[in-house]
């Protein structure tokens, strides 16, 4: 007996497609508010390369956010069940991300190591309440 899984889909309403710009616009918000906040002390402390690992830390706490948003709103979830479902699947696949990525500019070179993880993080957990407010 072959036992195959789906996954619910759901075509996006206006009202989807709005919540998720103003998600990806508060998001954008965010990320740029930390990089103003965070350019000096980032050249102060790591020097002048370190603004680049800055850079393409919070981008990457970006593209992770917009992801993880982007399956929020294309998976529909009728019951609470499906909705804790989507909302555990969207994190699991936000993190693969990051890690994927980090891992990626990291090894690279590009990039000063410890200021691009520091990045990361901070990006990543500035972003972490609208992901929330998205999934609620």
Do not use: Q
């Not at 072959?2 to 759901?10: E, L, M, P």
Request: charged share 15%; proline share 5%; with cysteine.
């Amino acid at each position: 007996m072959k036992t195959t899984r789906r996954v619910a889909r759901r075509n996006a309403t206006p009202t989807d497609s709005k919540r998720y710009a103003r998600f990806l616009g508060a998001a954008l918000a965010v990320v740029v508010l930390l990089g103003a906040i965070g350019v000096v002390p980032t050249r102060r402390l790591a020097g002048p390369d370190a603004v680049a690992a800055m850079i393409a830390g919070c981008a990457i706490g970006l593209v992770s956010a917009a992801l993880a948003g982007l399956l929020l709103i294309a998976l529909a979830a009728p019951t609470p069940d499906a909705k804790m479902r989507r909302s555990f699947l969207a994190m699991v696949v936000r993190l693969a991300v990051v890690v994927v990525l980090g891992a990626a500019a990291a090894l690279s070179g590009m990039f000063a190591r410890s200021p691009l993880l520091f990045w990361i993080g901070t990006a990543y957990v500035a972003l972490l309440p609208l992901e929330v407010r998205l999934a609620i």
